[in-house]
């Protein structure tokens, strides 16, 4: 932590740097409030000091003089000298305090702007690194000859594209605070579907309202719906054959439900192919709090998750 010469509340303000910490940067707040109250409770001690010495100095004058005349323009004087010494006190006290809650907002906006860069800067490295592991796993998919190895491994470099969307839709967001993932499953479904050779004539449709999630859940939401779409657009239809996939996030009784439906084959048939993305699918719905329902037949495949919003 930086340190300062400054004592009163400008120096607090100036010592407001980036590698405080939250609990470091409210105390020098606190520290510099209590300066301004400080300042706030000399203005009618030093008021009330300076209006009893001059009723003090003009009634021993009066007392003297002996002048009644002399004692009405005295009291018009001290009428005057009040309303001019309230008036440059109050002056002088707005002006100082003015100045310093300027420094402290200035310095409170350079904190803001430094950390929030800061932020950005990390999701666009943590973006970056996990699209390098996913163009790793898809060079070494292409290299091999067996199809069932490379579709294992292109299918681990979905998984990391899904969690670089996530961060990259918040680093190029003016709130780094949350994921607007009604955006991202739109974003999402077309990346997968360009990615999957057997989507062929699949019509994917996404319903989703106005949804923000934190990364905590956002991450495990998009693996969520990347493994389901993923999974019914490999093996809910017939090689080359088309069909459809809708994609449905909506809110119910204080609940997030993300479902993901088709009109293909059934579970039944493909259960083995996706047995491992469905297991996923559970392990990472169970670590947000949330339940997977399944619903399958010869008219197709729904996949429903409810967690907590």
Known sequence: MTTSAGTGPEGCADELRLQDTPVETRLRLARAADGVRRHLYLVPAVYFCLATAWILFSDHAVS???????????????????????????????????????????????????????????????????QVMESLLGLQAGALDDPACAEVLGRAAMRFKSMALVHESLYQSTDMTAVDFAAYLN???????????????????????EVRL????????????????????????APGGGGRVEIDLSRDDGHLVLSVADDGRGISTRDKAGG??????????????????????????????????
């Open 64 to 130: 003297l003089l002996g002048d009644h005349a002399l004692e009405e323009r005295l009291q018009s004087v001290k009428g005057i000298f009040y309303v001019l010494v309230t008036t440059a006190l109050l002056a002088l006290l707005v002006r100082g305090q003015f100045r310093r809650l300027v420094a402290l907002a200035e310095g409170l906006g350079r904190v803001s702007a430094e950390r929030e860069e800061l932020l950005r800067e990390v999701h666009h490295r943590v973006k970056n690194n996990l």
């Open 276 to 309: 491992f993305g469905l297991s996923l699918v559970d392990l990472l719905a169970r670590q947000i709090g949330g339940s997977v329902t399944h619903a399958s037949d010869n008219t197709g495949t729904k996949v429903r998750v409810r967690f907590p919003e």
């Open 187 to 209: 974003r999402l479904a077309e990346v997968v579907r360009g990615r999957c050779r057997a989507a062929g004539s699949v019509e994917l449709t996404v319903r989703a309202g």
């Open 214 to 237: 934190p990364i905590t859940r956002a991450v495990p939401c998009g693996m969520i719906a990347g493994e389901l779409i993923d999974n019914a657009l490999r093996h809910a239809f």
